[in-house]
Each structure stands twice: as structure tokens, then as C-alpha cells.
């Protein structure tokens, strides 16, 4: 984040710089059978290149809804989004996202084939240059041994690692995951962490990656955004870099997750929380 939004305040300045993804006052609705309904309202926040992005909140808060926003699947009805100064209005091979659901991979493809697809299927390569894309990216995941098997032979993290390998050889601008490790088991789900932050170190991809654990996101994120229970507002914004997977069970990040907790649930005391916070930096909105 590199100025502080109106309503928002800052506990230090941070220096301006160009964002990547700017969401600009953002208001989502979609219908049910009764009413309309808002899932988010008038929310705002900037995401900068390499950034790895946490929108964090209860279930029903919109942070999904907002992830499809970004990835154009849904019109804002309020607000903009803008990736480097351009409309969203539709989506593209700039912004792909990476589901819950890791069956998604076609069956009859093997690995390589599913990783290969989207790249000929839009036309970014050719097929020598989408195979060798491919295998790079299948290296980088661990699974080049596994180019030639088939998605049913493949555990659950490793189906993950394929559609990470799929979404990275595309070279997005940014990395979209909606809640990708949550049908994981815990100790599949934390080695996942582990290689997505890995890769991360590796390739410096920009990330927008979408959770309600709070622990999760503390080692996922170096800025989270805190969403209100539905309709989903800004609660706060926190930077969470000096936390990792070895900071798991330690006392300042079980503090950290209070917090947190408390910003996300104690509407009463937000305005005061920003008092009690040990977060390298945090913006409170009111």
C-alpha cells in the first residue's frame, strides 16, 4: 500500500510507489430468488508487483466474490479495479486464478498436456515452446518426473502443485488462489505453504491469494487485508512479513493471531486497537 486511503489511517508513512492492481471503492451484489444482495461494500486496496496479498475474513465476507471481481468474472456496481492503470472489465491471461478444487484438471491430459493446455489454447506459444514452458515450470514445482502421469494417480498436493505449475507458466501479471490449500489435510496443506512460499522466493510472482485462517495468512501474506463480516468492508490492513512457517506455535505469532482476531470480531475496539498492535505496520479503517 503506498498512501493512505481516505477513511484509513497509517501508523507510519510508507513511501509512494506504482501499484500493480489498484481496487478503487469496489461494491459487489449478486441476486438471489428474494433480493439482491451486497457482498462487499465501497472497499479499497492496492496491491504492488511481488506483493503477496491476503484478503482475510469470515466465511460470507465477499473475499471470493472479490477475487472474481479482480479476475473479471464480475462487474463491480460500484468503484473500479485497475491493473497498471487499465480497466478490468472482462478476463484475461494477465489475471488466473487458481481454485479450491484441484479436479478441475482434465483426466484424459496428462500432467505436461495440463499445463500445456491454456498455453496453446490462447495462443501465448507454440507447441515445442508450451512443452518446454511446460517442463520448466513442472521442474519448478517438483513434479517433472510426473510430466507424463495422469491427474487420478496424483495425491491431493499434487494435483495443488499442477495447477500452480499451469497458472505459473502462463506468466500472469498476478496469481489469483481462492482458498487453494483449504481441502487439503494440515500437514499437506502446510507442506503447500511451504512450496508456494519456495516458488515465491524463486520467481517473485505478484500474488492475491484469498483465506479465512488467520494463521494462514500470517505465513502466506506479507500485507493482509481484514474484511468485515458480510457485507464485507475494510476492517484494517496489516503487514505480516516478518512471519513464516518456522514462526508457527511462537508467542508473537499466536499474539499476532489475536489481534488479528480482535480487529476482525471486536467492532467495538477497532478504533483503539491500532494502540495495542505490534504489526510492522497497520492501517485501521474507521
Avoid at 477513511?7 to 433480493?35: C, F, M, W
Avoid at 515445442?128 to 498436493?157: C, I, M, N, Q, W
Avoid at 488467520?214 to 493482509?224: D, K, P, S, T
Amino acid at each position: 500500500m503506498n498512501a493512505p486511503l481516505q477513511g484509513h489511517t497509517v501508523s507510519k508513512p510508507i513511501a509512494a510507489a506504482q501499484a500493480l492492481l489498484s481496487v478503487d471503492n469496489v461494491s459487489l451484489e449478486y441476486r438471489t430468488p428474494q433480493r439482491v444482495v451486497r457482498a462487499t461494500h465501497q472497499v479499497s486496496f492496492e496491491i504492488d508487483p511481488a506483493d503477496r496479498f491476503v484478503l482475510l475474513g469470515p466465511s460470507g465476507c465477499g473475499k471470493s466474490t472479490l477475487l472474481k471481481a479482480v479476475a473479471g468474472f464480475i462487474q463491480p456496481v460500484e468503484g473500479e479495479i485497475r491493473l497498471q492503470g487499465q480497466r478490468v472489465d472482462a478476463p484475461g491471461p494477465d489475471r488466473i486464478v487458481v481454485f479450491q478444487e484441484f479436479d478441475q484438471l482434465p483426466p484424459w491430459k496428462t500432467v505436461k498436456q495440463n499445463v500445456m493446455f491454456p498455453l496453446l489454447a490462447s495462443k501465448t506459444l507454440k507447441r515445442k515452446e508450451a512443452e518446454e514452458r511446460a517442463l520448466h515450470y513442472l521442474e519448478k514445482v517438483g513434479l517433472a518426473a510426473f510430466a507424463d502421469a495422469y491427474p487420478h494417480t496424483l495425491s491431493g498436493g499434487m494435483k495443488a502443485r499442477v495447477a500452480i505449475a499451469r497458472a505459473l507458466a502462463m506468466q500472469p501479471k498476478i496469481l489469483l488462489m481462492d482458498e487453494p490449500f483449504a481441502a487439503l489435510d494440515a500437514l499437506t496443506r502446510r507442506k503447500m505453504q511451504e512450496e508456494l512460499l519456495l516458488l515465491w522466493e524463486e520467481v517473485r510472482f505478484t500474488l492475491l491469494f484469498v483465506t479465512h485462517s488467520i494463521e494462514e495468512a500470517l505465513v502466506v501474506g506479507n500485507r493482509i487485508l481484514l474484511l468485515s463480516p458480510h457485507p464485507g468492508r475494510v476492517r484494517a490492513e496489516v503487514h505480516s512479513h516478518q512471519y513464516d512457517l518456522h514462526s508457527l506455535g511462537g508467542v508473537a505469532f499466536q499474539a499476532s493471531a489475536r489481534r488479528i482476531h480482535r480487529l476482525l470480531f471486536d467492532e467495538g475496539d477497532v478504533a483503539n486497537a491500532s494502540h495495542e498492535l505490534d504489526f510492522a505496520d497497520i492501517r485501521i479503517a474507521y
